[in-house]
């Protein structure tokens, strides 16, 4: 490969002060913040390598690219990209895998601890003046829960979903993991999925998206639950009913959610969640779990990594 033409559609999703490494071999580099559809094409029409964490290149896109060569996925998740057109055309993609097994497990653990001991109620209760009526040096306007002795029902049970677990038994927590939705037998330490639905005190979703797992957790799985149960997704949006979730908070048909990830995302006021984001039992970050400084800088480094080895001739985290 002669001098390759590196373009980077989305700089913008690695924070500014995180730093990328140049690459090891002389290359073109060009970058922009963000990139709008139909501006994909002409920004990718000289390059053999692109790097994107959420930009499509789907096959009415890459057909028009003769010169690609390298997707380098900044993430894990590449839905974004039309695997199937890029194994038919010999289009090399390369994704970031394990990079925030610690950032993911313990924004579950922040997650849970101010669900369960009620954070956000008490800090709202102080806000409108309840310490100020009650006179006296502590008020209890919401049940406050332990973490230790109480049970972490896991469903996925990839690196997060066993980081997760990791910092869940070194709290005091039981662990279970969910056996898939539908199976008719259980593997050795698995629990049957409709079974962790009714005995976990806190559930956290740590599976991927697909025709299978969409709606996950919905009415039906909602009920299921301990009226106490916290419901915490880091993993996307679409596994939980979104909607069916909010009414199951209102009604206090569970406990508490902890959202990180959206359906669609950015999420707008037309969101069931967005729309009630004042609920005192949500609790909302916008898709940041995976976002420590640490993690991200990790990130930069596999996927920087991942172009070199495709220079050198190396399949390394290579999805086709």
């Known amino acids: 490969m ?3 033409t590196v373009v980077f559609l989305d700089r913008s999703t690695i ?8 690459l090891p071999f002389d290359h073109q580099w060009i970058e922009y913040d963000t990139t709008e559809p139909h501006q994909v094409v ?3 029409s000289q390059a053999q390598i ?8 789907d096959e009415a896109i890459l057909s028009q690219l003769p010169k690609l060569e390298l997707i380098a996925v900044c993430a894990t998740g590449y839905n974004n990209v039309d695997t199937r057109y890029c194994q038919q055309q010999g289009i090399a993609v390369a994704n970031v895998r394990g990079y925030a097994t610690q950032s993911v497990p313990e924004h579950v653990i922040a997650l849970m601890f101010a669900l369960r001991r009620n954070l956000r109620g008490y800090h709202n209760d102080i806000v409108a003046g309840e310490w100020q009526r009650e006179k006296q040096f502590c008020f209890f306007t919401h049940p406050i829960g332990d973490i230790a002795g109480a049970t972490l029902g896991i469903i996925g049970s990839g690196e997060l979903g066993q980081a997760t677990a990791a910092l869940a038994k070194a709290l005091g927590m039981q662990v279970v993991f969910a056996e898939r939705k539908g199976a008719t037998e259980c593997r050795e330490g698995y629990v049957p999925f ?6 976990a005190d806190v559930i956290s979703l740590h599976c991927p998206l697909n025709d299978e797992t969409r709606n996950l957790i919905g009415a039906a799985e909602l009920q299921q639950m301990k009226p106490s149960a916290i419901l915490i997704n880091t ?19 569970i406990g508490a959610a902890g959202v990180d990830v959206f359906s669609q995302e950015p999420a707008d006021e037309t969101n069931p969640l967005i729309a009630n984001a004042g609920l005192a039992n949500l609790l909302l970050t916008p898709h940041v779990a995976w976002g420590s400084d640490s993690a991200i800088q990790r990130l930069v480094e596999i996927f920087l990594d991942n172009i070199r ?3 050198d001739g190396e399949s390394q985290n290579r999805v086709v």
Do not use: C, F
């Open 194 to 199: 409709e079974q962790l639905l009714m005995m």
């Open 235 to 253: 993993g996307r949006g679409g596994l939980v009913d979104e909607q069916a979730l909010v009414e199951a908070l209102k009604t206090q048909r």
């Open 15 to 22: 924070p500014a002060h995180i730093a990328l490494a140049k």
């Open 309 to 311: 080895a495709y220079v």
């Open 2 to 4: 002669s001098l390759p």
């Open 50 to 57: 692109v790097i994107s964490n959420k930009v499509v290149l």
């Open 42 to 44: 002409e920004r990718l």
